[in-house]
């Protein structure tokens, strides 16, 4: 007979070793919805992180473990309501983490003498004028001031030629 989630918790509270291992058991569906629906979502197959589904579920199911103890059927919730934040949570830190870690080796690996890195582009730049990343990087649509001085002296030689004309 199947025990249900709140009967479960309430024995691996005391120490039931088993409990908690059904209670893992039970809900082994859910963890890996929200695994397979968080790798889809973030599209984790593509993203060099090197983290798969099986990895999700494991640190979900870690995320059900830390959610027992804590656990207070007297407040009449369901534990499934009470973990699903714990499960998402601890997958979320699980890709948090291997994003960081993506970082750093993205830093340190010297690729053809290139080293890639990271930068915030609201982070201000050292030097007197106090300049934002974002305001220091050079609009691709703007004019080359040599080509704004060449337009100007253009536009001021036809000028000159216009003024010398006749009417007729």
Do not use: H
């Not at 004028?129 to 536009?155: F, G, T, V």
């Amino acid at each position: 007979m199947k025990q249900t989630n709140e009967r479960l918790c309430a024995l691996a509270q005391k120490g039931d070793a088993a409990a908690l291992d059904s209670l893992i058991e039970n809900n082994k569906s859910f963890i890996g919805k929200v695994a397979n629906d968080l790798f889809r979502s973030m599209n984790l197959a593509q993203s060099g992180l090197n983290l798969d589904t099986d990895d999700l579920k494991q640190a979900g199911n870690l995320g059900l473990w830390k959610a027992v103890p804590k656990f207070d059927a007297a407040r009449g919730m369901k534990f499934l309501t009470y973990a699903a934040p714990a499960i998402r949570n601890a997958m979320m830190d699980m890709v948090r983490d291997a994003f960081a870690t993506f970082e750093q080796r993205m830093v340190t690996e010297d690729k053809d003498g290139v080293c890639y890195q990271r930068v915030s582009l609201d982070d201000v730049l050292p030097g007197e004028e106090q300049l934002r990343r974002i305001e220091a990087i050079a609009d691709p649509y703007a004019m080359q001031p040599q080509s704004i001085m060449e337009e100007q002296e253009s536009r001021r030689e036809l000028y000159d030629g216009l003024k010398r004309l006749t009417q007729r």
